[in-house]
């Protein structure tokens, strides 16, 4: 749905602080938005650690929906979960493939440097949708204004742009207008490093554990456990360590002595593990934080760089092709909305799987496991695409709802897709009415409630058969369609409060074709029903033959049509209408059942008239018009004691009757 238009609009000027897996993944999708994007890095490489990073299926959707694909790169496919105790005996090995038919996309495994020169490659290259970043490396953000968009670098350099992106990781400097909050060290701590497959592969103690591809391999002790698996076309393992800070030892294990044995000492690095507790908002004005800025992660549930490419992806919806600068700050509230929900549960639950286990109990893979098919099972793109709709309906001006719902409001005669009115100046009508004298009493019975009555007490009143011809209806796309309505004239409402409108009543109206039948009764409350219209016109002549489905019922004939030119005094009618609707499941029970009055001024084009004309009905029986019979009947009955007149009206401009009310 576009509520704007594109072509006015110019590209966002996009700041985004920090070149890490977060900052990165939203710079390609807001470049693909057609925006420009430049980074600011502090470092001078802008490359990210060794050690490895888990892309689970809810971070892998999010990557090939931006064009990025990690398999193509070396990432593996997660196929096993084995379990060990901690004395290295295998406690349970799952078939984590065979499960993977859950979701979309596999779980994969990436070496963190692929990943990031993969997605710095997505983000800057010529190739691809939009314009390339730009990232300026050894460009540290020492300052940010969000309310003006603009960020002050270490060198003194001032930058502004219609947004600000702080991805500037855990210890963010941007969130600092935000909050005071900062990060606590967790009280655990993580080895990680590299080794290669082959030479773990010739030592017999560890041979075993890196039999299988795909596998990821647990060690559980009380308040520590090791994670391995492998990544970069299975050729390298990447170890995880998590122990208590106060021991940052390896556990005296013989296997394990002998893994970190081997480790190069290069990339054998200790981290401490931090933690935040959630803040109140991640947005100000023209800024919004991401990724660990927004929401630092343990590493348990490995969602950490999956949150954050989440995020990423959400913010290229919220900020799609054709937003205005003015309409930013907004739109970052939006995704905040979206977003910090979702990410801060998944991080209570990070929190909760990396607890320590009881003295006894096995594990808490299961609640892992529990929680980790539970949360990857999110598809954030196609959730955040229907969340930004839903949100651009409810501001737009409100259009009319009615069945189908599901798929948002219908355009139909009184508004398009986003709710503005139609243009009706160009339609072109043609207007045909019957008028005849015939018995009150008859028409009296057509009355749907005591409220409505004849004006006068005479056993003669007037009703009219009346054919319209539209043509060039804007909301068909320029088409149009024939309808007949019965009404009768010198009718009167009378309200609760004692006063009195005057009208026409309108027991029926035939279209023959079915958009304006359900608009018209679902918006308007006109009692519609479908039936074939063929009309023949000459410059003295009209006739009209109404069928169902081949079955005709309603003739109509007008002979001797002369011009007319005294000009038609404009006079507003009341046409009054009764509204029902059906109870679902409770016959005879309304659940919306009210008196409608739609003003109408009589066209006033092109005049003819005539005093020679006829109207006829053949109602036949239940069988030849089954759904219409007892309709057909009652007009039938009605005794024509005398042709009164027949005029056609042609012209062009209708009205939508949008001034349609509710009487009471
Ligand atoms: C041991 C460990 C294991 C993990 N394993 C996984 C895993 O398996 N799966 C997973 O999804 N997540 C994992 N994570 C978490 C994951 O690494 C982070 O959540 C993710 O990197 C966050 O991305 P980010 O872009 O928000 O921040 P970062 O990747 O930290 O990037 C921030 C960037 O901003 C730059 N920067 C900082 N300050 C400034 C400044 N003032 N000016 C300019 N630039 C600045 C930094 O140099 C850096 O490049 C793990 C984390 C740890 C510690
Ligand atoms: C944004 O920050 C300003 C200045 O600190 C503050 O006054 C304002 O309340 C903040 N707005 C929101 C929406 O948080
Ligand atoms: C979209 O995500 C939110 C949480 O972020 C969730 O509450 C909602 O149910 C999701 N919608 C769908 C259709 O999955
Ligand atoms: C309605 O009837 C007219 C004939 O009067 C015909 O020209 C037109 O095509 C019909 N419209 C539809 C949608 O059948
Ligand atoms: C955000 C989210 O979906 N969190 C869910 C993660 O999994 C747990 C356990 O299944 C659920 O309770 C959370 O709602």
Not at 266 to 276: F, G, N, P, S
Not at 371 to 399: C, M, Y
Not at 483 to 511: A, I, Q, R
Not at 536 to 549: A, G, I, L, N, Q
């Amino acid at each position: 749905m576009t509520l704007i238009d594109m072509d006015e609009t110019k590209p966002l000027n996009v700041l985004i602080i920090g070149a890490g897996l977060g900052g990165l993944t939203a710079a390609i999708a807001l470049r693909r938005q057609g925006h420009s994007v430049k980074i600011f890095e502090q470092s001078h490489f802008a490359s990210e650690l060794g050690a490895a990073i888990n892309v689970p299926p809810n971070a892998y959707g999010v990557l090939l929906h931006l064009g990025v694909d990690p398999a193509l790169n070396g990432a593996v496919e997660m196929k096993y979960i084995t379990e060990y105790d901690k004395t290295g005996t295998q406690v349970k090995v799952t078939d984590f493939a065979s499960q993977s038919s859950r979701w979309q996309h596999p779980w994969l495994l990436a070496h963190r440097v692929d990943l990031h020169n993969q997605l710095k490659d997505a983000a800057t290259c010529s190739e691809g949708i939009g314009e390339p970043a730009i990232i300026y490396t050894n460009s540290r953000v020492t300052g940010v204004d969000m309310k003006g968009a603009t960020i002050t670098l270490e060198n003194g350099d001032v930058i502004t742009g219609d947004v600000v992106i702080g991805a500037d990781g855990i210890h963010s400097k941007s969130r600092t207008g935000l909050t005071e909050k900062v990060p606590f060290a967790s009280g655990k701590s993580a080895y990680r490093f590299l080794l290669e497959r082959k030479h773990v592969e010739k030592v017999p103690m560890t041979q075993k554990i890196v039999e299988k591809n795909g596998n990821m391999a647990f060690w559980f002790g009380t308040d520590r456990r090791i994670v391995m698996y492998p990544t970069r076309w299975n050729e390298i393992l990447n170890f995880v360590c998590i122990h208590p800070d106060k021991r940052s030892e390896p556990a005296s294990e013989t296997w394990n002595e002998e893994l970190l044995k081997m480790a190069d000492p290069c990339t054998l690095k200790v981290w401490r593990l931090m933690d935040m507790d959630p803040i109140s908002s991640w947005n100000n004005g023209s800024f919004a934080l991401l990724g660990d800025a927004a929401h630092p992660f343990l590493p348990h549930q490995g969602q950490g760089g999956a949150q954050a490419m989440e995020d990423a992806v959400c913010l290229g919806i919220v900020l799609h092709k054709g937003v205005r600068s003015s309409e930013v700050p907004e739109r970052l509230q939006l995704y905040q909305e979206i977003r910090k929900g979702r990410a801060e549960k998944v991080q209570a639950l990070t929190r909760m799987s990396g607890e320590d286990i009881k003295e006894g109990s096995r594990n808490n893979l299961d609640k892992v496991m529990e929680f980790f098919i539970f949360n990857v099972s999110h598809d954030e793109t196609h959730n955040s695409t229907q969340i930004v709709h839903k949100w651009a309906l409810q501001r737009g001006p409100s259009p009319f709802w009615r069945m189908p719902v599901s798929f948002g409001p219908l355009p139909g005669p009184r508004q398009d897709v986003s709710g503005l009115s139609r243009i009706l100046a160009d339609t072109r009508y043609i207007t045909t009415s019957l008028k005849i004298k015939t018995s009150r009493t008859l028409l009296q019975n057509l009355l749907p409630t005591a409220s409505y009555c004849f004006s006068s007490p005479d056993t003669v009143a007037y009703a009219s058969f009346t054919h319209t011809r539209y043509d060039k209806l804007d909301w068909l796309r320029g088409r149009g369609y024939d309808f007949w309505s019965f009404s009768l004239h010198g009718v009167e409402y009378n309200k609760k409060d004692g006063t009195t409108l005057s009208g026409t009543f309108m027991p029926v109206v035939f279209e023959n074709l079915t958009d304006p039948i359900l608009s018209g009764r679902d918006e308007l409350g006109w009692p519609k029903l479908y039936a074939d219209i063929d009309v023949k016109r000459s410059s003295k002549s009209f006739s009209m033959t109404s069928h169902w489905c081949g079955e005709s019922f309603a003739f109509f004939n007008l002979d001797g049509l002369e011009p007319v030119n005294d000009p038609l005094r404009e006079r507003q009618e009341n046409i009054f209408v009764h509204k029902y609707i059906p109870a679902t499941g409770n016959k005879g029970v309304a659940d919306v059942e009210y008196p409608v009055c739609s003003p109408i001024t009589p066209p006033s084009g092109r005049r003819f008239q005539t005093k020679e004309g006829a109207v006829s009905f053949k109602s036949g029986d239940w069988t030849s018009l089954p759904t219409i019979h007892h309709i057909v009947r009652r007009l039938e009955e009605l005794p024509v004691y005398e042709f009164v007149e027949g005029t056609v009206v042609e012209g062009s401009g209708i009205s939508d009757l949008g001034g349609t009310y509710r009487i009471e």
